[in-house]
């Protein structure tokens, strides 16, 4: 009988610290063995299914996820896992919290020391079930222990021991996922995936959650895994290119794979996903133009807005290598901007407003790129409704309040941000609705009705041109002029003597 070799999984931002913990002490030799390491609990949680710790060590202070939240989330998912905590001094409450979620053991670091360490996990590694081997179970249990290095980024020498059961010099990768949730091939299905394969002389060999096929031409493995997937409906599988030597298998995991786990969220029906089907009508990344959006939203060019973006879906869609997160947040943001802009032009938004975080959260945990488009395709058809009811003010009202305040205080510094503010509106869009309703700029019109009104001072009296100026608004005077002579053609001076010459 042998005793089980403890499987441990260390976490920790320091790297020097993981560093230190993997070269203190000869593992090997006290019956333990390293099988990964994270910098943070996020990147632990995706390594438990493949490397099947039985201990965790983990520091309570760390980024993205720290320790207590791991601790909490493993001892829910994977109860048998004992987790032991590294902290300082002034960590004591988080350690508390710890110990409530179901930690083993707590270790100060400063006071970390080899045989502290080695008699929590002694005294923990005895209560792990022992294990009954035979010289094939001896065998298979290596070349695991040896996959799942790999598949952790650790690198493995080749050896005879590691490829004794394959016959053959061409490998390939199977990664497999189950559409209801159920983790792990049954007993059941593997059966059936060891059934087709070998009636094809393939040599099958199932380590966690990949598999690893051997032959000699492995062309018609596609088919193969899609006979199973005719049995297994809810089965899925993505299938890497072939590879020769058996130590590339972390390779072959981190650059085809893990690629085709990101492309699987634009081929959730695809039944054996391959890199063939990464470059089928896959176009080249186009940028999205979200000032050019916004400014024809601005100018209610909605249809125009519209088109440009569902076209625009359509690409993205279709950049299959793009990643899921850029992928999601690219609909995030335009469901936040077209919420926002509906808001400053003063359209009812209140319902959208409350519904845009649902959408947002269902963006957030769809499952593939054709649940993300149904997301907006609602979002937008809620968003048509909106634009369809009556303005809050209609724009004839609207815009008959902001020409009456100019008319009224054209004499005052006016400026375009200064009449946005009291309208509360937003100056771009103060820019874009001015010029669409009024077929000229803000600054045009005002320097149109301050000229009306110097024209009038100039024919009605004596007063100093360079008065006239101040009196309409003008605080330069050889601008005054400028303007003057644009609009009417003559300066004032010869204007006043046209208009007397005249009389």
Same mark, same amino acid.
């Given at each position: 009988m042998?005793?089980?070799?403890?499987?441990?999984?260390?976490?920790?931002d320091?790297?020097?610290?993981?560093?230190?913990?993997?070269?203190y002490i000869?593992w090997?030799?006290e019956?333990?063995?390293?099988?990964?390491?994270?910098?943070h609990?996020q990147?632990?949680?995706?390594?438990?299914?493949?490397?099947?710790?039985?201990?965790?060590?983990?520091?309570?202070?760390?980024?993205?996820?720290?320790?207590?939240?791991?601790?909490?989330?493993?001892?829910?998912k994977?109860?048998?896992?004992?987790?032991?905590?590294?902290s300082?001094?002034?960590?004591?409450?988080?350690?508390?919290?710890t110990f409530?979620?179901g930690?083993? =053991?707590?270790? #100060?670091?400063?006071?970390? %020391?080899?045989e502290?360490? &080695? $008699?929590?996990?002694?005294?923990?590694?005895? !209560? @792990?079930?022992?294990?009954?081997?035979?010289?094939?179970?001896?065998?298979?249990?290596?070349?695991?222990?040896?996959?799942?290095?790999?598949?952790?980024?650790?690198?493995?020498?080749?050896?005879?021991?590691?490829?004794?059961?394959?016959?053959?010099?061409?490998?390939?990768?199977?990664?497999?996922?189950d559409?209801?949730?159920?983790?792990?091939?049954?007993?059941?299905?593997?059966?059936?995936?060891?059934?087709?394969?070998?009636?094809?002389?393939?040599?099958?060999?199932f380590? =966690?959650?990949i #598999?690893i096929?051997?032959? %000699?031409n492995?062309?018609? &493995? $596609?088919?193969?895994l899609?006979?199973?997937? !005719? @049995?297994?409906?809810?089965?899925?599988?993505?299938m890497?290119?072939?590879?020769?030597?058996?130590?590339?298998?972390?390779?072959?995991?981190k650059?085809?794979?893990?690629?085709?786990?990101?492309g699987?969220?634009?081929?959730?029906?695809?039944?054996?996903l391959?890199?063939?089907?990464?470059?089928?009508?896959?176009?080249?990344?186009?940028?999205?133009?979200?000032?050019?959006?916004?400014?024809?939203?601005?100018?209610?060019?909605?249809d125009?807005?519209?088109?440009?973006?569902?076209?625009?879906?359509?690409?993205?869609?279709?950049?299959?290598?793009?990643?899921v997160?850029?992928?999601?947040?690219?609909?995030?943001?335009?469901?936040?901007?077209?919420?926002?802009?509906?808001?400053?032009m003063?359209?009812?938004?209140?319902?959208?407003?409350?519904a845009?975080?649902?959408?947002?959260k269902?963006?957030e945990?769809?499952?593939?790129?054709?649940?993300?488009?149904?997301?907006?395709?609602r979002?937008l058809?809620?968003t048509?409704?909106?634009?369809?009811?009556?303005?809050?003010?209609?724009?004839?009202?609207?815009?008959?309040k902001i020409i009456?305040?100019?008319?009224?205080?054209?004499?005052?510094?006016?400026?375009l941000?200064g009449?946005?503010?009291?309208?509360?509106?937003?100056?771009?869009?103060?820019?874009?609705?001015?010029?669409?309703?009024?077929?000229?700029?803000f600054?045009?019109?005002?320097?149109?009705?301050?000229?009306?009104?110097?024209?009038k001072l100039?024919?009605?009296?004596?007063?100093p041109?360079?008065e006239?100026?101040g009196?309409?608004?003008?605080?330069?005077?050889?601008?005054?002029?400028?303007?003057?002579?644009?609009?009417?053609?003559?300066?004032?001076?010869?204007f006043?003597?046209?208009?007397?010459?005249?009389?």
């Amino acid at each position: 009988m042998a005793m089980a070799r403890g499987r441990l999984l260390i976490v920790d931002d320091e790297i020097l610290i993981r560093q230190g913990i993997k070269h203190y002490i000869d593992w090997e030799k006290e019956g333990f063995e390293i099988v990964g390491e994270a910098a943070h609990g996020q990147e632990a949680l995706e390594l438990i299914d493949v490397v099947e710790p039985d201990f965790i060590i983990t520091d309570i202070v760390m980024p993205i996820m720290d320790g207590e939240e791991l601790t909490r989330i493993v001892k829910e998912k994977y109860p048998h896992i004992e987790v032991i905590v590294l902290s300082s001094f002034g960590d004591f409450d988080y350690v508390r919290s710890t110990f409530q979620n179901g930690v083993l =053991d707590y270790i #100060l670091k400063p006071k970390l %020391d080899a045989e502290s360490l &080695l $008699n929590v996990l002694r005294s923990m590694k005895t !209560k @792990l079930p022992a294990q009954i081997m035979d010289e094939q179970e001896a065998e298979t249990s290596f070349i695991k222990n040896a996959v799942r290095k790999m598949l952790s980024g650790y690198e493995v020498e080749h050896s005879v021991e590691l490829t004794a059961p394959f016959s053959y010099s061409k490998y390939c990768l199977v990664s497999y996922d189950d559409r209801v949730g159920q983790g792990e091939l049954t007993p059941s299905v593997k059966q059936k995936v060891n059934k087709a394969a070998s009636e094809q002389g393939y040599i099958c060999f199932f380590a =966690d959650n990949i #598999l690893i096929v051997n032959g %000699d031409n492995l062309k018609t &493995l $596609n088919s193969t895994l899609e006979k199973v997937v !005719k @049995l297994e409906p809810n089965i899925r599988f993505i299938m890497s290119g072939e590879f020769g030597d058996f130590t590339q298998v972390g390779k072959v995991y981190k650059e085809e794979i893990l690629k085709l786990v990101n492309g699987r969220f634009y081929f959730p029906d695809m039944p054996v996903l391959t890199a063939e089907h990464m470059k089928i009508n896959a176009l080249p990344f186009e940028k999205f133009h979200l000032d050019w959006f916004i400014n024809e939203f601005k100018c209610k060019r909605f249809d125009s807005a519209f088109t440009y973006l569902e076209e625009h879906v359509d690409v993205i869609s279709s950049m299959y290598t793009l990643d899921v997160y850029e992928y999601k947040s690219f609909f995030s943001n335009i469901i936040f901007n077209i919420t926002i802009l509906l808001g400053n032009m003063e359209y009812e938004v209140n319902s959208l407003e409350q519904a845009k975080y649902a959408y947002l959260k269902g963006i957030e945990d769809a499952h593939n790129a054709a649940e993300v488009i149904g997301l907006l395709e609602r979002f937008l058809s809620d968003t048509k409704s909106a634009i369809s009811v009556i303005h809050k003010q209609p724009d004839n009202v609207n815009i008959k309040k902001i020409i009456s305040y100019m008319n009224e205080h054209y004499r005052d510094p006016l400026t375009l941000t200064g009449v946005a503010q009291h309208f509360h509106f937003n100056p771009s869009y103060l820019s874009s609705y001015f010029s669409t309703h009024m077929n000229e700029g803000f600054s045009e019109y005002l320097n149109r009705v301050r000229i009306e009104e110097a024209s009038k001072l100039l024919i009605a009296g004596t007063a100093p041109i360079s008065e006239i100026s101040g009196i309409v608004g003008y605080s330069d005077h050889s601008y005054f002029c400028k303007v003057f002579k644009k609009m009417k053609g003559l300066s004032p001076s010869q204007f006043r003597r046209k208009q007397w010459v005249e009389k």
